[in-house]
């Protein structure tokens, strides 16, 4: 079957020995499409894998982005031969050898994620089967999560998006996308609230919705205005990195992060991470990561990906064991809809694993 993953320093990631090993049957699987407008302003669609075997049922959720490969995946159905007796260790040994996309992905990303939804699914149906949950597997207690809601303000930029989720929740945090078109005006505003835990500049992005261009005024204004805040992803320049020279302990990172050796390559020594279980692709890759910056003494904060099904609190989940007290851009998913409701949880959420598997509340 295999040796587990090694870290660059050659040691085995505990956490994954506790998992390769468990017992899995597989029967069979089905999909099940999901969509929302969220306040992106795009709409976002997911797919729900439901993998079933000895009476129980493992839930992953698919969160490429672009709806295309939903359809295409959704439209061709279960197709993988995946049914069988596995360890969690040979299915994901047997998946990496598949080809999860009946047509190629608009993007190469999209293989990690749909790897994710397919990994996280057979280790929530592993578990059931075990009748155990992932912290008691992992020997680690669940903790409160603490949370921001990620946002974009719109063009032109206006501080509605945020004001009208303070008037409900008067407590929130924000981690928040700054544009070219923000003004000292709006950065005012936005330093008057005192909301702001983290400013994603996009750096790493292109041909997408969200994409800005380096822009060392922008970047300027905004890390001074906000000296408290993280800074992800910004794209570096020779004009950019002198903007945001004095400012280097707050960088964080996120695109680029697919693996410990992404984290090595790094232009500067992080102090903080993105980790999102999606882009890291693998069960594996995840807690080798989780090892590695736990022992180089490097946060970890976890990020969304506008998941509408059980994926959000699977990544819920993992903040709970790996990272609760940050700025984690896990917010229920309500928050993220053009008008978030009365009523929604607050940070921090309580632990909430559910009885039995890889699932939360």
């Known amino acids: 079957m295999g040796t587990p993953p090694e870290t660059p320093d050659g040691e085995r990631s505990e956490h994954w020995e506790r998992l390769a090993g468990l017992p899995l049957q597989i029967d069979g699987f089905q999909l099940e499409g999901l969509s929302a407008l969220v306040s992106s302003s795009f709409e976002r669609k997911t797919t729900v894998i439901r993998m079933y075997g000895a009476g129980q049922e493992g839930l992953g959720e698919d969160v490429t982005y672009d709806g295309v490969d939903h359809d295409i995946f959704q439209a061709t159905g279960p197709s993988l031969p995946l049914a069988g007796r596995w360890t969690i260790n040979s299915f994901c040994k047997r998946l990496s050898t598949l080809e999860l996309f009946p047509e190629p992905p608009q993007r190469e990303v999209s293989k990690r994620y749909r790897t994710w939804a397919y990994e996280s699914a057979a280790l929530d149906l592993a578990l059931r089967q075990a009748g155990t949950t992932l912290h008691e597997a992992l020997g680690l207690t669940p903790r409160p999560v603490r ?130 279980p999606s882009r890291l692709g693998s069960l594996a890759n995840l807690l080798e990561a989780f090892q590695w910056c736990a022992a180089h003494g490097i946060g970890n904060y976890g990020g969304g990906q506008f998941e509408l099904g059980v994926g959000r609190g699977q990544i819920q989940y993992l903040a709970s064991l790996f990272h609760g007290d940050a700025p984690n851009d896990v917010a229920p998913s309500g928050y993220n809809l053009p008008d978030p409701a009365p009523g929604l949880p607050e940070s921090p959420l309580e632990p909430a694993p559910a009885p039995l598997g890889f699932r939360w509340g």
């Open 147 to 276: 949370f921001v809601v990620s946002l974009r303000l719109g063009e032109p930029p206006s501080l509605h998006p945020i004001r009208r989720r303070l008037d409900l929740y008067p407590s929130l945090r924000f981690k928040l996308d700054p544009t070219s078109s923000w003004d000292e005006d709006l950065i005012a505003q936005l330093v008057a609230t005192g909301a702001v835990d983290s400013v994603d500049f996009k750096g790493y992005y292109s041909g997408s919705i969200v994409d800005q261009a380096p822009d060392p005024v922008l970047y300027r204004r905004v890390a001074e205005a906000l000296p408290d805040a993280w800074i992800e992803d910004p794209a570096l320049t020779p004009e950019t990195d002198a903007a945001l020279a004095t400012h280097r302990a707050r960088f964080s990172w996120d695109a680029p992060i697919h693996s410990v050796a992404d984290i090595q390559a790094l232009p500067y020594p992080p102090k903080m991470v993105n980790i999102k």
